[in-house]
């Protein structure tokens, strides 16, 4: 229903003014009304971080928007809005499957619904999601195809470190440390670090998970500073308790508002888009990390920042 919804609301914001004529002031309500809701698809497009593409498949003229440039790392001037531009980028085990697909869902009529890897000129690999409707003629030929891509490479990398079940034994200072590393060269980081690691049990349980769960907490703590206070903090505290450990990601930061308390751990919730955008799923990978570790996560959460406390079960 949301695909649906996404390609309904691009084709809407096409239309503009094409609308059916009515007296003046009807006419000028209505597109008043177009116009305000213009401008919030394209604010939520922008925070979504979504490209949008078009292509004349006649003439076969590809055309993208600004986000796909920037999803496929492509200069806009290089570009040669063909069909096979977007095919080169392609990677090559995953070429010939979406290049079935599309043709598929023109042939057939279908939605396209689909997921490939791309390679851009830097080698990097990045996963998309993509997805498009048709239009056809009168008589049922296909005109054109009107769609939207988004980056899904996270995502991706999050399912394979849950099908990570190696279990071993955790070394948190170690971990702790190359996390805020990592994070550093991510951010134009000016937090202050309090890391405080007295855990002396022998902790084993699936580390992939741990990580996950440190690297959103922290990197939440990061991203949702709160500017109008001298000096911004995170505190990691980790301890025993019981055979396993007791993780403490505490900041001072915006906090969660309190009307988000309850789904804080729901999919697809963001607390602050105004400042920082994503998915929304950050909070609710935590807790499914957490539930799949048997251990638990309770918060508190005010304008004076936020605080999670974890446990960790120790699986000999």
Avoid at 35 to 41: E, H, K, P, S, V
Avoid at 282 to 311: N, Q, V, W
Wanted: with cysteine; hydrophobic share 35%; glycine share 6%.
């Amino acid at each position: 229903m949301v695909s649906l919804l996404i390609i309904f609301l691009i084709i809407f914001k096409k239309i503009g003014d094409e609308i059916i004529v009515k007296p003046q002031e009807q006419l000028q309500q209505a597109r008043d009304e177009i116009a305000i809701n213009t401008q919030r698809l394209d604010l939520a497009i922008k925070a979504s971080k979504i490209g949008i593409w078009d292509w004349d498949i006649e003439k076969n003229n590809l055309i993208w928007d600004n986000q796909m440039y920037k999803l496929y790392g492509i200069d806009k001037n290089k570009f040669t809005n063909a069909y096979e531009s977007w095919l080169k980028s392609l990677h090559p085990d995953d070429k010939e499957r979406s290049e079935i697909e599309v043709q598929n869902a023109l042939t057939k009529n279908k939605e396209l619904d689909t997921e490939f890897k791309i390679l851009k000129a830097n080698g990097e690999i990045r996963n998309i999601r993509a997805l498009g409707t048709t239009t056809l003629d009168s008589e049922g030929h296909p005109l054109r195809m009107t769609g939207v891509n988004w980056d899904i490479t996270n995502e991706k990398k999050v399912e394979a470190d849950i099908s990570d079940s190696t279990v071993e034994e955790i070394n948190f200072p170690t971990i702790v440390n190359e996390i805020i590393d990592s994070l550093k060269l991510s951010f134009d980081d000016k937090l202050e670090y309090k890391i405080n690691i007295s855990a002396n049990n022998k902790v084993r349980c699936q580390t992939t998970r741990v990580i996950q769960v440190l690297t959103n907490l922290i990197s939440n703590a990061i991203k949702y500073q709160d500017k109008d206070k001298p000096q911004n903090y995170v505190s990691i505290n980790i301890s025993d308790y019981k055979e396993g450990a007791q993780i403490i990601v505490e900041d001072n930061g915006l906090g969660i508002p309190e009307e988000y308390h309850k789904k804080v751990f729901s999919m697809f919730e963001r607390f602050h888009p105004n400042i920082s955008f994503g998915s929304g799923l950050g909070m609710s990978i935590i807790k499914k990390h957490i539930d799949a570790l048997g251990g638990e996560i309770i918060f508190t959460s005010s304008k004076d920042g936020s605080k999670f406390t974890l446990t960790i079960p120790n699986r000999s």
